[in-house]
């Protein structure tokens, strides 16, 4: 067995790096493969083809494998968390909370008179997005301290997260078309409105949410024997669910707050990772779930860009089938 | 091993068991009875630090529970609960393996005498031609036997069984009771299970502890027989207990 999840890990390794530059070929302009590598490396190619290369492809395809990674390691700790497969990195409201955040500023500033704004305007919407996912978790994370069934922590989320969307609902209905077109485009996902300041953020985020995630490893494995046998092995259950959340925060909240609510990578992904490796130990999967977070969202983005389509409905359309499967195997798997 | 100083259990404003002071000695098997919702579970519950006390102290080993570490208890004692653990992917051995997250680092290295212990604990239960089956595969009595390795995996001189024979046929019953006997005897551990099966705790354990609200009795189980406490816990118009039988029967 061991075997097999070395060979797994490789295979992930080149797909990651093939679909990395295969990402930075396709798009508006057509790149060959031989450009593409002579930019990166700084050899022999035509500026122009440098500067789309290096200047706005290359951080597409960076923000899609953090992306990916990010959601699918958040999407793993969410369903052993809450024992329940069909939880994801948005089940705690994060996603709502970010739309909330973004609302407010593309549709709540104009009706309030404050469209002009310019401290409002430099704030940015990425800004917003991550004010309003971070206050929606502070919010089920206050809660969920003083909670001892983590099933409520669960619908305790999932509520707030619906009465934030039905506050989001009221302002798309109170706003103007122009308004409300910029924020349904926020709805549908992107990853080419990172600028290369915000890259440095997004890497700093993941990087911390992702080293969160290795620590819990060992308490995750633990927890799939459900709470009362994890502490009666010596975990912190509550520590540990403190970490997962901020881990999550981390990952899921930087991600919607720069791309936009990415679906189904979190939800579909891990199992995948489960599947393939056949595993159900954390040290595995973990980092199995970020290399396949990473080369499917590479994939969206790759189909997305070649027949011009919101990120969202690939993510969607790729992950869908994969849920139902889960669904429909009917396997108990966390 | 386990010492219970005028114990008092229950929630809130509901006493379920007041004024307990006995003791529970390592290599003997003790059998917990008693009706529903009388405190069975929250007895095993409290003994290893998931409840609250409402009074009283529990010792083992001379320590108080209030005043050991997470750590140092899951070193001290060992819980079977009535969780049912059907994971698809893991492996018997992975949750046995489990049963050493106590004594491993940060990220649960095994060394190579945790992996002996391991195996150790799966041929202890016999269980040990499964150890690469996935849990979701097999019965409930496999299953139990597994979990018991995880209890034995951990090493304490201590091991509480939450009801483990609760979905079990009658052989599986008698042969999990037979085992958990001898891994009293032979390793000198304290093992205490809760049951509803009275004709098993009459005939395998050494001990008996009889929850007849609020009191808690522990006696050897001959003495137990004898005291008159089970009669008055099982018999109403329609039943009786024999204790020359030793058994429940219909009047």
Same mark, same amino acid.
């Given at each position: 067995m061991r075997g097999r999840s070395a060979i797994l890990f490789t295979i992930l390794a080149v797909l990651i790096l093939l679909l990395f530059v295969v990402d930075? *070929?396709?798009?508006s302009v057509g790149i060959s493969v031989r450009d593409v590598v002579a930019a990166l490396t700084g050899g022999e190619c035509d500026p122009m083809t440098r500067k789309i290369v290096v200047d706005i492809?290359? *951080?597409?395809?960076v923000v899609a494998i953090l992306a990916g990674a990010a959601l699918s390691v958040s999407g793993l700790q969410m369903q052993t968390l809450f024992r329940n497969p069909l939880a994801g990195p948005y089940v705690l409201g994060v996603s709502s909370?970010?739309?909330l955040g973004v609302a407010l500023f593309i549709l709540g500033a104009p009706l309030l008179g404050l469209g002009g704004s310019h401290i409002l305007s430099s704030f940015g919407v990425a800004g917003a997005a991550w004010l309003g996912s971070a206050a929606v978790l502070a919010v089920v994370g206050v809660v969920s301290s003083r909670i001892k069934d983590v099933m409520v922590i669960l619908i305790l989320g999932m509520m707030i997260g619906s009465g934030v969307s039905a506050v989001v609902q009221i302002l798309q209905y109170l706003s103007h078309e122009e308004a409300l077109k910029s924020f349904v485009v926020w709805t549908m996902g992107s990853l080419g409105d990172v600028t290369f300041e915000q890259l440095w953020l997004i890497v700093a985020a993941v990087a911390v949410g992702l080293t969160l995630a290795v620590a819990? *490893?060992?308490p995750m494995n633990m927890l799939l024997l459900g709470e009362a046998y994890a502490r009666t092995m010596g975990l912190n259950v509550k520590r540990t669910r403190t970490l997962i959340l901020l881990s999550t925060t981390l990952l899921a909240g930087t991600v919607t707050a720069f791309c936009g609510p990415v679906g189904f990578i979190g939800l579909a992904m891990p199992h995948v990772a489960r599947a393939l490796f056949a595993q159900a130990d954390h040290r595995v999967l973990m980092p199995a779930a970020a290399m396949i977070g990473a080369v499917s969202l590479l994939m969206c983005d790759i189909v997305s860009k070649m027949l011009t389509l919101p990120l969202n409905s690939v993510t969607a359309l790729l992950g869908i089938p994969i849920v139902v499967w889960i669904v429909v195997r009917n396997k108990n798997i966390v | 091993m386990i010492l219970f100083d005028k114990l008092k259990l229950g929630y809130g404003s509901r006493v379920l068991i007041e004024e307990l002071s006995s003791h529970i000695e390592g290599g003997t098997l003790t059998a917990l009875v008693g009706r529903n919702g009388t405190g069975k579970s929250t007895l095993l519950r409290a003994i290893v630090g998931l409840q609250e006390l409402l009074g009283g102290d529990i010792r083992l080993q001379g320590r !108080?529970?209030? $005043?050991?570490? !997470?750590? $140092?208890?899951a070193q001290m004692v060992a819980f079977v609960t009535t969780d049912k653990v059907r994971i698809a992917n893991l492996k018997c051995r992975d949750v046995v393996a489990l049963g050493r997250a106590p004594y491993t680092n940060w990220i649960g290295r095994m060394q190579e005498q945790d992996r002996q212990i391991v195996e150790q604990s799966l041929e202890m239960v016999g269980m040990a031609a499964f150890a690469d089956k996935t849990m979701d595969q097999m019965s409930d009595g496999e299953c139990q036997r597994v979990m018991i390795a995880r209890a034995l995996a951990q090493q304490?001189?201590?091991?509480?069984?939450?009801e483990p024979t609760a979905f079990l046929d009658m052989p599986n019953r008698y042969e999990l009771c037979i085992l958990l006997g001898r891994l009293a005897h032979q390793y000198g551990k304290a093992i205490l299970f809760s049951t509803h099966e009275l004709d098993i705790a009459l005939e395998l354990c050494d001990k008996v502890a009889l929850i007849s609200p609020p009191t808690l009795h522990i006696l050897p189980t001959e003495e137990m027989i004898r005291s008159g406490y089970v009669e008055q816990l099982f018999s109403n118009e329609v039943m009786t207990f024999d204790a020359e039988q030793r058994r429940v029967r219909v009047k």
């Open positions: 930075m *070929m396709v798009g492809r290359l *951080m597409k395809a909370g970010a739309s819990v *490893m060992k | !108080s529970v209030g $005043e050991l570490t !997470s750590a $140092e208890l304490t001189p201590i091991i509480l069984l939450d």
